[in-house]
DNA sequence: TGTTGTATAATTGTATACAATAATACAGGA
DNA sequence: TCCTGTATTATTGTATACAATTATACAACA
């Protein structure tokens, strides 16, 4: 039994980016330290180290007169899209070329159980099977670069696409495109793995509500 | 008299980072808190933010072991040219549009800066004016996402760039390349912008000595 | 009314003591 | 010799007291 014991810093790291990210806390509100150590029942230290960690990411930004949330605005949704559109389609082609059987396996896993919550509308488990899936591919590609610098615009974007996982229509072709860039990894085709990405961050991007 | 008073986690941060960054920490080196406290004189909360920071940047991996040095491998290296190739010239274009006479003039005196140093073969100021040009142009895109993006990617070429920039040919290539690049945004000519900045980096990557 | 100086309060910044965890060294036995 | 369990040590993790800075409120004055 091996339990990896996270640590609270990690913990509060987590739960402070989600509620941002998913408007828990709103853009332009002003928290501070101590409302947080009430919030999440932690000393300080911990706090801070997620407070500064966010603040990196710039999510938060801290002064003398507190934390103020930033979040993600609708021009940052663009900027991320239009970087996306560029380099997205580059980490699916390396990832074609070096996947092993055994993360393929793993790939195929997060397509199967998205299209399985699509058949039934689940959209909280869809929109997490799809965010697992980019991700997979992100650590695929076999380059610490492209993770670092596509997992954090991936997550900034969860909480804009509420409304195209609750749409059906949507939901299904994600699953569709999903299964097309999946197939080209699985052939080890770069080329076509690289067309496939970008086509789905293209349609990901026209079904984006602001 | 308004001084910026900066803080020494802040400091911490900046001269670790620049130590892993030139080499002064190696790769593979395991460090601990209190050697660093030792080494900057500070105690260890600055140091554990600053730790933190670079940890998340991928400079850094803590744990029980120790403080590792990742640093900057030449995998990471090719990969951030890759990234930097694809997605540094819509910065350039974003620049053009956006840019203000203000911020104009202050990238016209990065560019001249940078001949000067040029011409007189002082390889540490053509180092940091360079740089600035590049972080001007992340700034004046408007675009945070950009330069959150870009930023962490340029700094981490610094190390490899000693022997271009003590190459006079190279270095005085540069600085005409940087002149196109500062003529197309003073035109506000986005395409052109692009164009002249893929270039650059284009050439740039070839001269890399890894 | 507006502005400027000043006292107060709120907030983050820093240092440090203590806790928890994991790595290491080493002894004992198969 | 190799493995395994265990004590020790080294290291990071956490809480908290105190310092420094900055924002804020308010009074005095022009």
Redesign the interface.
Known sequence: MEHKSISL?DQVFERLENDILTGVYARGEILNEMKLVADLGVSRTPV??AV??LE???LLEVSAKGITVLGVSA??LQ??Y??RL??EG?AAAEAAKNITEEELAELKEALDLQAYYAEKHDAGHIKYMDSRFHQLIYRFSG????Y??LL??HKKVQKFRGASVENHSRASSSVQEHQAIYEAIAAHDADRAEAAMVLHVQNAKNHIKV
């Open positions: 810093a801070r180290e500064k960690r990196q990411e710039s021009k940052d900027d991320i239009e970087l560029h380099i580059l380059s610490r670069v492209f670092d610098t954090p615009l």
